[in-house]
């Protein structure tokens, strides 16, 4: 009998490259999905090498599919597998999110233990649009690797800015709790400008994201970024207009059989 088995793309709040080294990360499954089946023939709406998880919801997919059940837990650890085949040191935010879908507070601490819970927000996020920027020159595992070289030679820096972004994070996770008062704009503001010190957004995404500023919106790259052109998705959040982009919604069911 044919099986086969979807798996949802992602976006990351916050958290990207600090992830790799131990911070934590806020990801959330969207409603763009990648379908595999046994005969091997994929279909998919989530746009490739773009920041949205492609590579890790194919992995997920087709552990599922080799698994032939959703033990999420098994799963997620054979999806981890291909990854790190592919990408060569992933955090596992990737797999993780599009394994259990919704919200997704999750930490590496060392490659044989890493720490996720669902975060189940207490608040509507909407008015969110994605705008993809194009396919960045640069694959995921080389802005990974171009990361790991600042660090190498400007460690207090980098670390530094890690540090910020955790701070960020936490913020993000106050407010989906509603923990605390939390401006979530600024929050995206905030994230998007510790990504451009850490290098990873090129001098075009930069100037689109000052544009959006300009009309009083918000707007961070989501993923690993790209420095030389594009930078692949940007997530936008603008409370007053009524963007025509795609809009997204985030928290989205994780692995299925369908
Ligand atoms: C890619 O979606 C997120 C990065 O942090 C890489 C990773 O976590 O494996 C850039």
Redesign the pocket.
């Known amino acids: 009998m044919g099986f086969k088995v979807s798996a949802p793309g992602?976006i990351?709040l916050s958290?990207?490259?600090?992830?790799?080294y131990g911070y934590p990360?806020i990801a959330a499954a969207v409603n763009r999905r990648l379908t595999v089946d046994s005969d091997g023939r994929i279909a998919s709406d989530i746009p490739i090498g773009c920041?949205m998880?492609s590579s890790?919801t194919l992995a997920v997919a087709q552990a599922a599919l080799k698994i032939k059940e959703t033990d999420l837990e098994k799963v997620n650890k054979l999806a981890y597998s291909f990854?790190k085949k592919h990408?060569g040191?992933?955090?596992?935010?990737?797999n993780t999110v599009s394994t259990y879908g919704g919200f997704v507070w999750y930490r590496k601490e060392s490659e044989s233990f890493k720490t996720f819970k669902k975060i189940l927000p207490k608040v509507r996020l909407s008015k969110l649009y994605l705008v993809n920027t194009g396919k960045p020159q640069e694959s995921?595992k080389e802005?990974?690797k171009y990361?790991g070289g600042l660090r190498k030679a400007r460690r207090t820096f980098v670390d530094g800015i890690f540090k910020e972004i955790e701070a960020v994070t936490r913020g993000f996770l106050d407010f989906l709790l509603n923990e605390s008062k939390q401006d979530f704009g600024g929050l995206i503001r905030e994230n998007e400008k510790l990504l451009e010190k850490l290098g990873v957004v090129s001098e075009s995404t930069k100037s689109l994201i000052r544009r959006i500023e300009k009309i009083r919106g918000f707007a961070k790259i989501s993923?690993?970024?790209g420095r030389k052109e594009e930078s692949g998705m940007v997530l936008i959040y603008h409370k007053d207009i009524d963007l025509k982009l795609m809009s997204v919604k985030l928290g989205e069911e994780g692995v299925r059989i369908e």
């Open positions: 992602k990351i958290g990207e490259h600090a992830v790799v990360a920041g998880g890790a990854e990408h040191n992933p955090s596992g935010v990737d995921t802005m990974v990361v993923g690993a970024g």
